[in-house]
């Protein structure tokens, strides 16, 4: 079903009245590909259909772009739509301003803060959409953007939905990236696997019907038997591994079966194994012991006909679900399940992914209340921290409570000791203030300026407190501050690597203090370890950035104070 099926069915529903909205508020407006921008908004909402989304969240997914690309204002969405879909509209145009830079120390952060700004996830859900097909239609674009947004999408959303157990979502993102980002790798990849994927599908095609029937004869209910191909992005990687030998990746063209029950998993496991010999040490129980994300299968690789190896994926349709669709199918099972009886039961469901990553709020029933769906989605994954911008969009994170003079100390030490005033949205603000998720701070200082001894008594992170602690005692105690700084560069071997590394390095006007590189991957990729004399942060990302641009081949690159 289409979103435009859902408003035939359903004529006078929000939906509708969104669909109708979004469509005058973009009237006229156009993408780069030509086509009406409104068609953006529909494709969005066609992809949150097929994940069984609410009816609010169809119809901000419709609305998600009018604050930020109509004359569109917060009031008129909340006349016509009500609060809960102006907040779920507003906070994707809050995501939408955040943008990543390539720094990888960054990326964690940056996935954290989105998911601090989403108390409600659905939020992050329509922000997955709306990549989703922003990355399909990515072509449109100049190369530049193609790359900051492809390097994005590859770093920070396919990982947030991998997290959220949404694997076919993420695994689309990043092969939909991958292109983009490495050309050369993809091309390869197509010139050399394609046809060694046409042979494995046409073998497996021959399988299919001996392994159906086997179940089938062992009483075992098959819902579904195909086979998937891996993808591009995850092949590759798996490929860097193995030295690029193809022969080597067994599960290139993977089988799945799909029963009803966990018991017809294993009994299904058992009539494989029956059927076709497993290879020692290949059999992974995902059942038994879930992936952190919560990925749960089945699997196993057996020695098929002609001593082919296959490897083979069984689980029940639920766990398909969730491993597809992730949270948004498992809130969905719930829902169906004790929407007419709850009787008290609560959702409880981890998410191992971070340390600092809380356990669900626990949401309870009232005695005469019915099953409220949403209440499933508000939840504070991050109770006891704060995420908070540099007014160059940088993210910081924060423990709760903290103030200007903590966010001036996890800068620099010397920002902090300088500290005389803060800004916050563009609104001056006393030191002792507390900082809330989504604040940009932004630092006044002055020179020879020394920490009073009255913010001890309001700052609440232990770099805060003993950075004062230390100026106060000795006004030019700074030996133990960090001298030098650490940059890490894998790459494909080359001889001019080492020569085009140290040239950039020197014409950005930093002294280089050692230089050490050690061969990886059968010699195919370097790893450079280049030791400057600097530790300011603003002018080392210049400098990542620099060497990002201008380097070709690079796989990798981070650095570290030292």
Not at 24 to 39: C, D, I, M, T, V
Not at 318 to 343: Q, V
Not at 347 to 367: A, G, P, S, T
Not at 374 to 401: Q, S
Request: aromatic share 10%; net charge positive; charged share 30%.
């Amino acid at each position: 079903m289409t979103i435009k099926d859902f408003i035939r069915n359903n004529p006078n529903s929000l939906v509708a009245l969104a669909y109708n909205f979004a469509f005058n508020a973009h009237l006229g407006q156009k993408r780069k590909s030509g086509e009406p921008y409104f068609n953006h908004c529909v494709a969005v909402a066609d992809i949150l259909l097929s994940w069984n989304m609410d009816d609010e969240t169809l119809a901000a997914g419709l609305l998600h772009d009018v604050l930020e690309d109509t004359k569109t204002t917060q009031e008129q969405i909340k006349k016509n739509f009500g609060e809960q879909i102006l907040f779920l509209v507003d906070g994707v145009s809050k995501l939408g301003k955040i943008k990543y830079r390539g720094i990888k120390q960054k990326a964690e952060n940056m996935r954290k803060f989105i998911f601090a700004l989403s108390t409600d996830l659905r939020v992050i859900f329509i922000k997955l959409a709306d990549r989703l097909h922003n990355m399909r239609t990515l072509n449109f674009l100049s190369k530049d953007k193609q790359k900051r947004i492809a390097l994005e999408t590859d770093e920070i959303y396919a990982p947030i939905a991998y997290r959220l157990g949404m694997q076919s979502l993420s695994g689309e993102l990043q092969d939909l990236a991958f292109p983009y980002i490495y050309p050369d790798e993809y091309k390869w990849l197509i010139k050399n696997v394609k046809e060694k994927y046409e042979t494995r599908t046409s073998y497996l095609k021959k399988i299919v019907p001996i392994l159906k029937e086997a179940l089938i004869k062992n009483n075992i209910k098959v819902l579904n038997l195909d086979f998937r191909a891996k993808r591009w992005s995850s092949l590759y990687k798996k490929l860097l591994l193995y030295d690029m030998d193809i022969e080597k990746i067994y599960d290139l063209v993977a089988l799945r079966i799909i029963v009803p029950e966990i018991p017809d998993c294993y009994a299904a496991l058992g009539i494989v194994h029956e059927l076709w010999p497993p290879l020692p040490g290949r059999i992974k129980d995902y059942i038994a012991m879930p992936k952190p994300n919560g990925y749960k299968s089945l699997h196993t690789t057996v020695i098929g006909p002609n001593d082919k190896k296959i490897e083979i994926q069984i689980r029940t349709k639920e766990m398909h679900e969730e491993n597809e669709f992730g949270i948004a199918a498992h809130w969905i099972y719930k829902y169906k399940k004790y929407a007419k009886n709850l009787g008290g039961v609560k959702l409880e469901k981890e998410l191992d992914w971070i340390k600092q990553l809380n356990e669900w709020q626990n949401k309870k029933q009232n005695d005469d209340s019915s099953f409220d769906f949403l209440k499933y989605l508000k939840i504070d994954f991050f109770k006891d921290r704060i995420f908070v911008l540099t007014p160059k969009g940088d993210v910081l994170d924060l423990p709760n409570g903290s103030t200007p003079v903590d966010f001036a100390y996890h800068i620099h030490s010397e920002v902090g000791n300088s500290c005389v005033g803060a800004k916050v949205n563009d609104k001056i603000v006393p030191l002792n203030y507390k900082l809330k998720s989504g604040d940009i701070v932004e630092i006044l200082t002055q020179k020879n300026k020394k920490p009073s001894e009255d913010w001890l008594s309001f700052v609440c992170t232990s770099i805060a407190k003993d950075h004062i602690k230390s100026a106060l005692k000795q006004k030019n105690n700074f030996k133990n501050l960090p001298s030098k700084t650490e940059i890490r560069i894998v790459a494909l071997s080359n001889k001019e690597l080492i020569k085009n590394i140290s040239s950039i390095i020197l014409r950005s006007h930093f002294n280089i203090l050692s230089f050490k590189t050690e061969d990886v991957y059968s010699k195919s990729y370097q790893i450079n370890r280049i030791e400057i004399d600097s530790t300011n942060k603003e002018k080392i990302e210049k400098l990542i950035l620099k060497l990002k641009d201008n380097l070709k081949d690079i796989k990798e690159i981070s650095y570290k104070i030292i």
